[in-house]
């Protein structure tokens, strides 16, 4: 059983840039995809980002591309979210998570251990 725990999130205005951490306990994360989400309330928790066990393959919703970069840190056994030129529609609680599959998903049954979330809230 791996533990995962977000950090990173905060206030920042629009157009700002925040870097989402996911620290894993318990296990390395070298044998797992890794996928952002995020959750509004009310709302269905969407897929952001996901990144190969190598680091060599990443996957990003449209919303985000262009502005997101995912990318992972297998020795400290760490995901990052880097968020760039931030929007208020980008808004939303954050989760890390694993996935065991061999390919990517962007759904969130694909995916396990999740974190608590880390706040992200853009204003105008």
């Known amino acids: 059983q791996v533990q995962l725990v977000e950090s990173g999130g905060g206030l920042v205005q629009a157009g700002g840039s925040l870097r989402l951490s996911c620290a894993a306990s318990?296990?390395?994360?070298?044998?797992?995809?890794m996928g952002w989400f995020r959750q509004t309330p009310g709302k269905e928790r969407d897929f952001v980002a996901a990144i190969s066990r190598s680091g060599e393959n990443t996957y990003y919703a449209d919303s985000v591309k262009g502005r997101f970069t995912i990318s992972r840190d297998n020795a400290k056994t760490t995901v990052y979210l880097q968020m760039n030129n931030l929007k208020p529609e980008d808004t939303a609680v954050y989760y890390c998570?694993?996935?065991?599959?061999?390919?990517?998903?962007?759904?969130?049954?694909?995916?396990?251990?999740w974190g608590q979330g880390t706040q992200v809230t853009v204003s105008s």
């Open positions: 318990g296990r390395t994360l070298s044998s797992y995809r």
């Open positions: 998570a694993t996935s065991e599959l061999r390919y990517n998903s962007v759904s969130r049954i694909s995916y396990g251990n």
